[in-house]
């Protein structure tokens, strides 16, 4: 059974950082590409970054976020994590983790709530 359990969400002033962590089981993790999504209420999901299975490859972020936030991943852990730097208000959603095949197929976790208010 695949499990995408993300971890790390929470209340956070603007300005303030926070690290999401996704940890995955049930699948090959290394062979995945992995994504961090966000879903905010009467809004369209969007893709917040993406880290291809090929180490080589730079990430890829969405224009909301260039700059301030920065995906990684531990292939060893099975885990990719969000740093999210200088948070704002626009940035609450819920973060959802995504891992892709192109064979295998896609998976999502169940996302964690991260609200960014004064």
């Known amino acids: 059974q695949v499990q995408l359990v993300e971890s790390g969400g929470g209340l956070v002033q603007p300005g303030e950082s926070l690290r999401l962590s996704c940890t995955a089981s049930g699948i090959t993790f290394s062979v995945y590409s992995m994504a961090w999504y966000r879903q905010a209420p009467g809004k369209e999901r969007e893709l917040v970054a993406s880290?291809?299975?090929?180490?080589?490859?730079?990430?890829v972020y969405g224009e909301a976020v260039k700059g301030r936030f920065t995906i990684s991943r531990d292939d060893t852990k099975s885990t990719v994590y969000l740093q999210m730097n200088d948070l704002k208000p626009e940035d609450t959603a819920v973060y959802l983790c995504?891992?892709?095949?192109?064979?295998?197929?896609?998976?999502w976790g169940q996302g964690t709530q991260v609200t960014v208010s004064s």
């Open positions: 880290k291809n299975k090929n180490r080589f490859l730079s990430a």
């Open positions: 995504n891992a892709r095949h192109s064979s295998r197929g896609e998976f």
